[in-house]
């Protein structure tokens, strides 16, 4: 499942009702806030996890925002064998993009999982 929570600003409640209603194994999260202003300090990948059931996650900051990180972030029925981010190239201007990228074990084999949150093309820079 992929899901652009939007930093969960109509309630991360109603974001993890979403995710459990779908019975995902994997979730590529965009938009998400880690200790911010506007997240009040919460880590929302790991209130994510727990309320979802899904038992492990982690979150890759794009950037810094609201005092905290912002950016991506994986959750997971099955461990995250290892993580690592790599930042793409942006327009002058554009807001930071990475791709993230978790190995996971399932079932005895080791599966490759990517995320990211690409801009619209061609970029126009809000005025």
Known sequence: MTFNIKSAVRGLDKVAAVIRSA?????????????????RGLDQTAALAERTGLGYGTHFRTTDLRGGGYGLALLSRFPLESTV??????????????VAHALVQVAGREVSVYATHLIPQPYTPAS
């Open 85 to 98: 981010q790599r930042a793409l190239p942006v327009p002058r201007g554009a807001e930071p993009r990475t």
């Open 23 to 39: 019975q995902p194994d994997i979730v590529a999260l965009q938009e998400v806030d880690h200790a911010s202003r506007r997240s």
